[in-house]
């Protein structure tokens, strides 16, 4: 069969994708990408916000209009949390639920595979990964959470936490390095309690990855900042293990963060941002903020600008808050008018921008004298013959440059050269044969 596969959302998402992808290819099935190619198309949705909700079920819609002959097999959060009826409406085919996302594969090749083998069975191919146009693998170390946060619907979607097994997820890592995968970001819905069912912990999961692969490059995705643990940061002493972390901070006001159930006052995060920063001086913390939270007053908002612009974020997902049917937040008193959420956002995406040019002049002048290790990405074909080129340099900071070759999964030494437009421009150092 003819697969295309697409989500929404979250890193996690993304890692899972790339399980279906490995998983049909090892079947035999072909990695289309495009939907109109396709036999069956698999879409990982979203429901972290009313407007996921809505975008979920606008790619299920597109999908069908670009291939109303393919089946349709629809997981994720909007697909577990939707009532059947709704879901029927839309046409879906097979509905996986997060609960049974590991079988996923196995129930849609019984449902829809063809009786003859195809020829990608038998004839060897490049990783499903490079088949998707990615070249940095997100990998799944584990899904639920046991926290509450009052804003967040993910816990009710995917449930109690439950970890890979290290063995697993060693012999997966070892794999994609064996298949030209340079860099692995390891993802979950709460990946800093990774390993609470099994005796274990993310620090001797990444030790083990260090001991027991050859992998280049360890990266990871969102890690809540109070599961950091003092051994945790002697990790960064290996060059392996990239200097940058998503540290999700949420609001820079302790009384907000305390109705938001959060576990981790400013104080500790501004601790927290010192350590790693003593331990590489270029280490990049980007975040995510949430605006307008219900009860945010005008001081409030203040003390949550004041210490955002103070802790030199690299980058900010900002997301103007959202009220989610199902979470203890929707219900909470004092709602924050939505024309306010609308100031405040844009008052924080003007701040996010000046403090992540702040960042990349300051970066730019400590690589002075240094060529850092860019694992360029995607390349685009120019009318002249040469690649425009990006990439992202090992504290994932983004760098462009054009090449007369194709760099896409090269590890290349990189001059930055200078900051335009958000972005590093680079000279890539080493020639390409």
């Not at 940095?136 to 995917?158: L, M, N």
């Not at 306010?340 to 956002?345: L, N, T, Y």
């Amino acid at each position: 069969m003819r697969i295309h596969l697409s989500a929404l959302g979250c890193r996690l998402n993304e890692a899972e994708l790339e399980q279906w992808a490995g998983a049909f290819s090892a079947a035999g099935d072909q990695i289309s990408s495009t939907a109109e190619d396709a036999d069956v198309m698999v879409l990982n949705t979203c429901a972290v916000t009313k407007e996921a909700v809505r975008k979920s079920r606008q790619r299920v819609q597109r999908l069908h209009r670009a291939n109303p002959e393919a089946k349709l097999v629809v997981s994720g959060c909007y697909s577990s949390l939707e009532s059947p009826e709704a879901l029927a409406e839309l046409g879906i085919d097979l509905v996986v639920p997060n609960t049974n996302k590991e079988n996923l594969v196995p129930l849609t090749r019984a449902q829809f595979q063809q009786p003859t083998m195809p020829q990608s069975a038998t004839v060897p191919a490049e990783t499903a990964l490079f088949q998707r146009n990615r070249h940095r693998a997100f990998i799944k170390i584990q899904d639920g959470c046991r926290y509450r946060c009052t804003f967040c619907i993910v816990t009710v979607a995917r449930g109690a936490e439950r970890s890979r097994s290290i063995e697993t997820l060693v012999n997966e890592v070892q794999s994609l390095s064996e298949s030209g995968v340079h860099e692995v970001v390891l993802t979950g819905v709460h990946v800093g309690g990774y390993g609470s069912d099994l005796d274990t912990n993310l620090f001797t999961l990444v030790s083990a990855l260090l001991n027991d692969t050859d992998i280049a490059r360890i990266r990871f995705a969102s890690v809540e900042p109070w599961d950091l643990s003092p051994e945790f940061f002697t990790l960064f002493n290996n060059p392996r293990v990239q200097p940058h972390m998503h540290l999700p901070l949420q609001s820079g006001s302790d009384t907000v963060l305390r109705r938001m159930a959060r576990r981790c006052k400013t104080n500790d995060f501004r601790v927290l941002g010192e350590t790693l920063r003593e331990q590489v001086p270029d280490f990049n913390i980007t975040t995510d903020i949430i605006v307008g939270f219900p009860g945010e007053t005008e001081h409030e908002w203040q003390e949550s600008i004041e210490f955002i612009d103070s802790m030199d974020f690299g980058h900010i997902h900002i997301f103007s808050y959202s009220e989610r049917e199902g979470t203890k937040a929707a219900s909470l008193p004092n709602s924050v008018p939505k024309p306010i959420r609308a100031q405040r956002s844009k008052e924080l995406h003007t701040l996010a921008a000046t403090q992540k040019q702040r960042v990349l002049n300051n970066m730019l002048a400590l690589a002075e004298n240094q060529s850092p290790l860019v694992l360029w990405e995607r390349g685009e074909e120019l009318p002249s013959g040469q690649f425009k080129h990006w990439g992202y340099t090992p504290n994932y900071l983004k760098v462009t440059t054009t090449s007369d070759h194709n760099l896409a999964n090269l590890v290349l030494p990189t001059k930055l050269t200078g900051v335009d437009q958000g972005l590093f421009t680079g000279s890539v150092v080493k020639s390409v044969n």
